[in-house]
């Protein structure tokens, strides 16, 4: 994504961005250095994506950008600009938990629960590319993202309860 210069201000190195944040459009200035994570937690004020490695390994900062899962430490706030970004925030409708979050929950999917926003985001991407019907495709759909408190076996059937179930999970308009 290529960063508009002509809403740039060179002086300042501050930069304005119009996005949709889990179906809420817009407009921040934003420092052109910014992290989308940082952005998100602490311009935005969206606790929910997690800073774990900064490096893109742990998947704790997965968010959708524009219907793909991506980490958003590796990417800038100003290259977010015109995009729909859905953070593990929008998952929940007027406080009512998504399918999958109900089924993590029941499944015992998490102990501290500091990956799990990662882990949602990843799992809601790739869901919406169509069902995840084995052990083995659940495991290969985890395989992005790091958990250092659970042996992933209440992932996995978690995701194997909720796969056939989209609802709760589309995207946001």
């Known amino acids: 994504m290529a960063v508009d210069e002509s809403r740039a201000d060179p002086v300042e190195d501050k930069s304005w961005i119009s996005v949709t944040i889990n179906g809420s459009k817009q407009d921040y200035l934003v420092e052109q250095r910014l992290s989308l994570a940082d952005f998100i937690r602490n311009q935005v004020g969206l606790k929910g994506t997690h800073l774990g490695c900064e490096h893109g ?3 704790a900062c997965t968010v959708i950008i524009d219907d793909r899962a991506v980490r958003s430490c590796l990417m800038f706030a100003v290259q977010s600009d015109g995009s729909s970004i ?3 925030e929008g998952l929940a409708i007027d406080g009512v938990l998504s399918p999958l979050q109900e089924s ?3 499944n015992h999917a998490l102990q501290c629960g500091f990956c799990t926003s990662g882990f949602l985001m990843s799992l809601v991407a790739r869901l919406r590319e169509g069902p995840i019907d084995t052990e083995s495709e659940a495991r290969e759909a985890l395989s992005g993202n790091i958990c250092r408190c659970t042996g992933y076996s209440g992932m996995v059937a978690a995701i194997l ?3 056939n179930s989209i609802q709760g999970i589309k ?3």
Do not use: D, M, Y
């Open 86 to 88: 859905e953070t593990v």
């Open 161 to 163: 309860e909720q796969s």
């Open 171 to 173: 995207e946001n308009s």
């Open 104 to 106: 993590f929950q029941a």
């Open 57 to 59: 390994s742990c998947g």
